[in-house]
């Protein structure tokens, strides 16, 4: 099945498959380390390991499931501001929403409105009954989104050696 170009959109956003002109922005988002305060990753260092992401990852989980982490667009700075979408999880044998912005788009809504809109087109598009956000320990304003868009934490756990709050929602 070809991904489509465009998943969503709301009043200010474009949602979408990342591309091959994204991978500087997966550089930025991957070594900014204030967006991987809640990240149990390192840094990137060089732009090749944003390349070896989208090949390996990004594009994998889009042949292999039909869906992944999205680019977020900003219409109005005609720029990629994140990312959000839903991701096969196999530790967890679930579909998680997953979500990160650049620190100048946080707390203005963007979260939300992506995270909504996206939430919104996982049944009709993929078929999901449910979906599940892992969310760090201290992660507020994650924690935020996922109440926001009606999660609920399911329980602790563990992820990657880090304590997580597992949300939940039906579908």
Same mark, same amino acid.
């Given at each position: @099945?070809?991904?489509? &170009?465009? %998943? ?6 474009? +949602?979408? /498959?990342?591309?091959?002109? !994204? %991978?500087?922005?997966?550089?930025? @988002? ?7 305060? =809640? ?8 732009? &090749?390991?944003?390349?070896?992401? #989208?090949?390996?990852?990004? *594009? ?16 109005? !700075?005609?720029?990629? +501001?994140?990312? *959000?979408? /839903?991701? =096969?999880? /196999? ?5 998680? %929403?997953?979500?990160?912005? #650049? ?18 087109? *996982?049944? /009709? ?5 449910? +979906? ?15 109440? &926001?868009?009606? @999660?609920? %934490? ?8 880090? &304590? ?8």
């Amino acid at each position: @099945m070809p991904v489509p &170009k465009v %998943i969503c959109e709301t009043e200010r956003l474009l +949602i979408r /498959p990342f591309n091959q002109h !994204d %991978i500087e922005s997966l550089f930025l @988002m991957n070594s900014n380390q204030e967006m991987l305060t =809640y990240i149990p990753t390192k840094p990137f260092t060089e732009l &090749k390991q944003a390349q070896t992401l #989208f090949d390996d990852v990004i *594009c994998a989980d889009y042949r292999k499931h039909g869906f992944g982490r999205w680019a977020v667009h900003h219409k109005a !700075d005609n720029k990629v +501001i994140g990312f *959000c979408g /839903p991701k =096969y999880i /196999p530790e967890f044998d679930k579909v998680e %929403i997953g979500y990160r912005y #650049f620190p100048e788009y946080w707390r203005k809504g963007i979260g939300f409105e992506a995270a909504d809109a996206v939430l919104a087109t *996982c049944k /009709p598009l993929h078929n999901l009954d449910e +979906i599940i956000a892992l969310i760090l320990h201290g992660n507020e304003g994650s924690e935020a989104v996922a109440r &926001k868009v009606g @999660m609920s %934490i399911l329980k602790q756990a563990e992820y990657f050696e880090h &304590k997580v709050h597992v949300y939940h929602k039906n579908l």
